[in-house]
């Protein structure tokens, strides 16, 4: 019997992007998750603002919260702006809440957002992966394969 294709989300726009957590972390399941956002917040995310670069997500109370994430202050929001760095609550359902739990507490697993995007429906979601921090010496055994990799497509184009 074949093997499911892995769930992709329906990402219509991509606001931030974190590209280096796949190089820092062996990324091992992927969830897709609401974000809990005010009204000037989805306004800066709209307008392409937004950073998750040296964010990451942690539980508490049976909650999961996104740290560290910068949204910028819009610009018109007046008094009613938001904090940028704030913690934001994410979206999960109870049961991928304490999966993910175990995973961190027993494992030493992390959970590093990968993109903050907005889906078909207009609603901000978070792609969060559980993932393992690698060494120094695993990034450079990773970097080796990638580029095996590209080196044996490229000999292979020109053969074939």
């Given at each position: 019997?074949a093997?499911?294709?892995?769930?992709t989300f329906?990402?219509?726009?991509?606001?931030a992007?974190?590209?280096r957590a796949?190089?820092?972390?062996?990324v091992?399941t992927v969830?897709?998750?609401?974000?809990?956002?005010?009204?000037?917040?989805?306004?800066?995310?709209?307008?392409?603002e937004?950073?998750?670069a040296e964010?990451y997500?942690?539980i508490?109370?049976?909650?999961?919260?996104?740290?560290?994430?910068?949204?910028p202050?819009y610009n018109f929001?007046?008094?009613?702006?938001?904090?940028?760095k704030r913690?934001?609550?994410?979206?999960?359902h109870?049961r991928?809440?304490?999966?993910?739990?175990?995973?961190?507490?027993?494992?030493g697993?992390?959970?590093?957002?990968?993109s903050v995007y907005?889906n078909?429906t207009?609603?901000?979601k978070v792609?969060l992966a559980?993932a393992?921090?690698r060494?120094a010496?695993?990034?450079?055994?990773?970097?080796k394969?990638?580029?095996?990799?590209?080196e044996?497509g490229r000999?292979?184009?020109?053969?074939?």
């Amino acid at each position: 019997m074949a093997r499911p294709k892995p769930v992709t989300f329906d990402k219509k726009k991509v606001v931030a992007e974190n590209r280096r957590a796949r190089f820092d972390y062996a990324v091992d399941t992927v969830y897709e998750a609401g974000l809990v956002l005010t009204g000037t917040e989805v306004k800066s995310l709209r307008g392409g603002e937004g950073s998750i670069a040296e964010s990451y997500a942690d539980i508490q109370d049976g909650a999961v919260w996104l740290i560290n994430a910068n949204i910028p202050e819009y610009n018109f929001g007046n008094r009613f702006n938001h904090e940028a760095k704030r913690p934001r609550k994410l979206l999960l359902h109870v049961r991928e809440i304490n999966k993910l739990h175990g995973a961190v507490a027993r494992d030493g697993m992390t959970l590093v957002p990968l993109s903050v995007y907005f889906n078909g429906t207009g609603r901000a979601k978070v792609e969060l992966a559980l993932a393992k921090g690698r060494k120094a010496h695993d990034k450079r055994e990773h970097i080796k394969e990638r580029e095996w990799k590209k080196e044996a497509g490229r000999v292979l184009r020109e053969r074939g």
